[in-house]
């Protein structure tokens, strides 16, 4: 606009000597505000006049801009005329201002009911645009459901099993009462939802005459004997007073390593399964970190140790013998450089029978030979409890995310197939955090990924040694020097 | 230059980081650009057209964690962003930042 650019001259004013008409006139300032947006438009009745009501369309006098500042707007049959000849600016010291000067008054009413309703209808003239609008960029990580392929995850149907149970939790909640029978049932799983209020549970205290109110320690007992679960409800380690859980005559592979949550554990039946091992962290429950002392283990398909040499070991070595198998070193990709290698975990549900495993002198540790360390592997790979690589930071971080971001990962990994090694690790570090996490049976320090793994046979109820009795409980190092400690030949 | 107790790493995306070169041979990679006949080896500088500059900051930082870390024990673990822990997790593959060994060749 050119008035923008010189600054105007000082109106004359009604107060410096301007008759207040003339003034009036002639000083219509423009359009209130020169901002980028449309000017606010109002319109009022406020016209009294008769010849306002006249004609069969009322005209409402426009204003454009705040009320303040009060420039009726003309509508747009009005903004025809000369406004010094229209009857509103001689009736009213409202000076009137058409909108838009000498623009076509079809149009105008168009824009203005633009403008007033606020809502594009989209008249038959109007075109789609829908075709135009750009799709939205969505960065890498953040691919569409319909890219992802993940179906709607179904929600779980309530069995009718679970529905009994829960049944029974609720009414263990209400009537406090601490032993949950969920036996006999024929659950094949049991949901997070269903075992979560047995954490409620709180006991109702008895209260004698004369003996001082105390309130008791919650004392939970949960029998989930004569199932058919075949995965080991890991929600039950949120309940911190379970003390006693029977999983007697279940169809349980494995027992997932958050069973070391369990502090007030104190009797663990885990007959008639068919589990091949047992973790560590029940071996930690037996000692200083529990209160484990029951532990049934009967009727499992074991790994049982080889004969020979677990006769030798048990005469080699003292009244508290180490039997193990030898160690398997692994690399952070998952990869075996060791001769000896575990059994496959997959393959353990098929199987039946129980499976034989060497046994190593214990007095002797074999490290892969055909392997040469880099030196910056010292710290890597033999330092026990200094950095980490790289890698496993990575990976740690990547495991704990949530799991539909980890499907994602995972989704991306799969379509730039280049990381075939990378997925794996990723896979199977994700698997360890989801059954509660790895610590280094050596030095007790988290881990994401084993690097070495070993099968120590321990006999916890017997006090005699009897080759029947020993359990296999798996324990695994989070360096190549985190292994059994070898004991000497006495 | 190529004898210097520094050297250069590149981003694809231009940013340079200037590393103790004892340092980042931590990288198996980088220390068979920086051995061999390449071109790496005579200027001291590494391009890694796959990395990005955030990542390969938080690569650096890596290296002088370990640099410093390197004989002792009981270090704290470091902490990753989430954002870019995927495209950290590739770059350390790529690297050779993970804790494997070599198989010795036999001959």
Redesign the interface.
């Known amino acids: 606009m050119a008035d923008e650019q010189v600054l105007p001259t000082l109106p004359k004013t009604p107060f410096n000597g301007a008759s207040k008409r003339a003034w009036a006139q002639a000083n219509a300032p423009p359009p209130s505000v020169s901002t980028s947006s449309d000017p606010a438009v109002f319109s009022s009745d406020d016209d009294p006049a008769l010849e306002a009501y006249e004609s069969a369309r009322r005209h409402k006098r426009r204003y454009v801009g705040t009320w303040y500042e009060q420039h009726a707007a003309l509508s747009s049959d009005s903004a025809m005329g000369d406004h010094s000849s229209s009857p509103f600016v001689r009736s009213s010291p409202i000076v009137c201002r058409p909108l838009r000067r000498k623009a076509g008054a079809r149009q105008q009413k168009r824009e203005f009911r633009k403008l007033d309703s606020g809502i594009f209808m989209g008249g038959p003239d109007s075109t789609d645009t829908e075709g135009d609008v750009p799709t939205p960029y969505t960065p890498k990580f953040f691919a569409s459901p319909a890219q992802l392929k993940i179906s709607p995850r179904s929600q779980p149907q309530l069995s009718e099993a679970e529905a009994v149970a829960r049944e029974r939790i609720k009414r263990c909640v209400e009537n406090g009462t601490q032993e949950v029978d969920l036996s006999d049932l024929g659950l094949n799983s049991i949901s997070t939802e269903t075992i979560a209020p047995i954490a409620d549970i709180e006991p109702i205290p008895v209260v004698v005459k004369g003996v001082s109110f105390r309130q008791a320690d919650p004392d939970i007992k949960i029998y989930l004997y004569n199932n058919n679960l075949k995965d080991f409800p890991s929600s039950l380690v949120n309940i911190e007073p379970l003390t006693f859980l029977t999983l007697r005559n279940n169809d349980l592979t494995e027992i997932p390593t958050c069973i070391g949550k369990l502090k007030n554990l104190k009797t663990l039946n885990l007959a008639q399964n068919k589990l091949r091992y047992l973790p560590a962290e029940i071996l930690r429950l037996m000692g200083d970190e529990g209160k484990l002392v029951m532990l049934h283990t009967a009727s499992n398909p074991w790994w049982m140790a080889e004969k020979v040499s677990f006769e030798a070991a048990t005469t080699n070595c003292g009244p508290n013998p180490l039997i193990r198998t030898p160690v398997e070193f692994l690399g952070s990709d998952g990869r075996i450089y060791s001769r000896f290698r575990l059994p496959l975990f997959g393959d353990l549900a098929e199987s039946t029978g129980s499976l034989e495993l060497e046994v190593e002198d214990p007095t002797e540790l074999e490290m892969p030979q055909d392997v040469s360390y880099r030196e910056q592997d010292d710290n890597r790979l033999l330092n026990p409890k200094g950095a980490r690589s790289l890698f496993e930071y990575a990976l740690k971080t990547l495991t704990q995310l949530p799991e539909p971001e980890l499907e994602e990962v995972n989704y991306w990994l799969e379509v730039d197939e280049g990381y075939p090694d990378v997925r794996e690790a990723l896979n199977q570090a994700a698997e360890a955090h989801r059954r509660g996490g790895l610590t280094c049976s050596v030095c007790n320090r988290g881990m994401v990924v084993p690097l070495t793994r070993w099968v120590e046979f321990k006999a916890p109820a017997a006090t005699k040694l009897d080759r029947e009795l020993l359990i296999p409980f798996l324990k695994v190092g989070c360096s190549w020097k985190c292994v059994p400690a070898c004991q000497s030949r006495s | 230059m190529s004898d210097s107790k520094y050297i250069t790493l590149i981003s694809y995306d231009g940013f340079e980081f200037v590393v103790l070169r004892e340092a980042a041979?931590?990288s198996?990679t980088i220390g068979a650009m920086l051995r061999g006949p390449f071109r790496e080896a005579q200027t001291g500088r590494c391009e890694f057209g796959e990395i990005r500059g955030p990542v390969l900051e938080k690569?650096v930082e890596?290296f002088h964690?370990?640099y410093a870390?390197?004989?002792?024990?009981?270090?704290p673990?470091?902490?990753?962003?989430?954002d870019i822990?995927?495209e950290?997790?590739?770059?350390?593959?790529f690297?050779g930042?993970?804790?494997?060994?070599?198989?010795?060749d036999?001959s």
Not at chain 2, 69 to 75: A, F, K, P, W
Not at chain 2, 97 to 104: A, G, N
């Open positions: 041979l931590v198996e690569v890596y964690y370990h870390n390197r004989n002792q024990t009981d270090v673990d470091m902490d990753i962003p989430v822990c995927l950290l997790l590739m770059a350390a593959d690297l930042l993970d804790s494997k060994p070599q198989m010795r036999i």
